[in-house]
């Protein structure tokens, strides 16, 4: 008990200097060896209790006596266990909050990184999808985001993520917690959603001159970004291919 008492109280010590995967890991041995000893501890009472039978009055008197001993010094260890569960149980928590925190701070930076390359390959969401997934499957893993990834270029200061950091953000993107994002959960989490502040034409085609005119865009609406910004070159403009979340109408 001395010993897990000691782990426990040395992980919550060192918590705040450790990752959220590395604590849960520590919190998942030590658990496991408190319930070993929980249930060795069961064991020796239930073998104690079997003891006794015929013997002489003095001895039977002394046999009580360490009988007892033994159900008090069961009583300390399981309060000490139960104190020690308690402890491991606030440790988990924290570290699940952490967690999610990490995951949070290293999803946004993989994100803008998918961004940064989708708009320099003028490339839709699905096409970042069928980018990651080579295998003609329904979803990518964590193995191939990782390995997708890492293999982006990077921009000027740009610090290298380590692959554990990749593994963490993969969660910000599997958000059913499957293991696997789906072509729809990407377009989910890479959607840009912008208002319409000036009425504008929504067109068929990038450029303007004889494209035709679908309808127009009034103020206050709200589109989904599929590509772009693109430089419409006779008008000197910039032009984004959109969604529109009122009719789903795309120009």
């Known amino acids: 008990l001395g010993e897990t008492s000691k782990s426990v109280h040395d992980l919550q010590a060192e918590a705040k ?44 008197r002394w046999f009580d006596v360490e009988k007892r001993r033994l159900h008090m010094l069961a009583k300390t260890h399981e309060a000490g266990v139960l104190r020690a569960v308690q402890t491991l149980d606030r440790i988990k928590a924290d570290a699940a909050r952490k967690e999610a925190a990490e995951v949070k701070v290293v999803g946004e930076k993989v994100l803008s990184k998918l961004r940064r390359h989708q708009a320099e390959k003028k490339l839709s969401a699905s096409g970042i999808f069928d980018e990651i997934e080579k295998r003609d499957s329904e979803a990518f893993d964590a193995d191939e985001f990782v390995a997708y990834i890492a293999a982006l270029p990077k921009s000027e200061g740009e610090e290298e993520m380590a692959e554990d950091d990749l593994k963490r953000a993969f969660k910000a993107f599997d958000e059913d917690r499957h293991g696997k994002v789906s072509r729809a959960n ?17 067109t068929e085609a990038l450029a303007i001159m004889d494209a035709k005119a679908l309808r127009r865009l009034a103020v206050g609406e709200v589109v989904q970004i599929l590509e772009g910004p693109v430089k419409e070159e006779t008008a000197d403009v910039d032009r984004v291919r959109v969604r529109s979340m009122e009719d789903k109408m795309e120009g």
Request: glycine share 6%; charged share 30%; net charge negative.
């Open 17 to 60: 200097g450790l990752k959220s995967d590395c604590i849960l890991a520590r919190a998942a041995e030590i658990e496991e060896a408190t319930q070993s000893m929980s249930s060795k501890l069961s064991e020796n009472l239930t073998k104690a209790e079997g003891l006794g039978g015929e013997m002489p009055e003095e001895l039977k």
């Open 186 to 202: 990407l377009e989910a989490v890479l959607m840009i959603l912008m208002k319409v502040m000036k009425d504008v034409a929504l």
